[in-house]
């Protein structure tokens, strides 16, 4: 049983998110496909990093810190999303990016840094630090050295890892979950896009006991990210006070479907996109979504998955403005 929950919180995103079914794809796929529209959490241009960022900057403001530090690629929604946050708030907020950051080896393609995310950014007045393509780690290298920087200049500097992955963040996805099944508690399966983990290790612990599972579409070609899954969750025991203790096998982190890697579109990614478009007018995006309702339609064709499915939309349709 939970205990009462006393994280530091602000009000930023419209919950609950439509719910509501896809006829012409249910039709098409031979599956009763209903959509959780997180695309429409009405905060910043929308998108699940909003719900994240209600414990985020709860905290950040808590600790009275007048300076935010995070990372990320060159197009990231939650980059977005916190520089509005920040503004909002009157916080100074620096993101350190880079256009295609990469775990082992170099990736080509993906989207142009401008535009998009990046024009957001800027008309938010966000200070966007961008480098030439390097490894995550030289990243997050990088932004601890940034965040030192503003700390010895003597900002009170709240830092936030990659994504929002954090346990609040995590936390905050136990909670959408909560909210699907008050919504609705009858499908087979829920399917999203799974990333830095905070999404897919949030709705998994809500799902957890109920039969529904959750299926992830890995959007980075990083097996061993099941791993900080399971540590996310742990972090939500301590918040929770539930003690689930799941561990890496409890996460569906399916990678057949990442393309050439991380930020870049595959040819399966954009068919996905033009398709949800054509048949219900709903735009996905190229990083995370469209790779995540590509998965769902070979699934569904190949006959791995049946009956009353729900496609957790992510949001992150600026990216598609920055299609090269």
Sequence with gaps: MAVPIDLPKVSLILAPTPLHRLDRMSDRLGIDLWIK?????????????????????????????????TCGGAQSNFVRQLAAACSRFGIRFIAVVMPLPYEFEPVEGGLKASGGNILLDEILGADIRILPNGTWDHLFAETSKVAEECRSAGANVYEIPIGGSSPQGAYAFY???????????????????????????????????????????????????VLEFATLAAGVDEITGMNLNLKPEAFTFDLRFVGPGYGVPSEGCMDAIRLLAQKEGIFLDPVYSGKAFHGLIEMAQAGEIKGRVCFWHTGGSPALFAMS
């Design 37 to 69: 529209r997180d695309d429409l959490t009405g905060f910043a241009m929308g998108g699940n990093k909003g719900r994240k960022l209600e414990y985020l900057m709860g905290e950040a403001l808590a600790q009275g810190a007048n300076t935010i530090v």
């Design 175 to 225: 909670e959408a979950g909560k909210e699907l099944l008050d919504q609705d508690s009858r499908f087979d399966l829920v399917i999203g896009a799974s990333s830095s983990g905070s999404t897919q290790t949030g709705l998994t612990y809500a799902l957890h006991g109920t039969g529904i599972p959750f299926h992830g579409i890995a959007c980075d070609p990083e097996p061993e990210m």
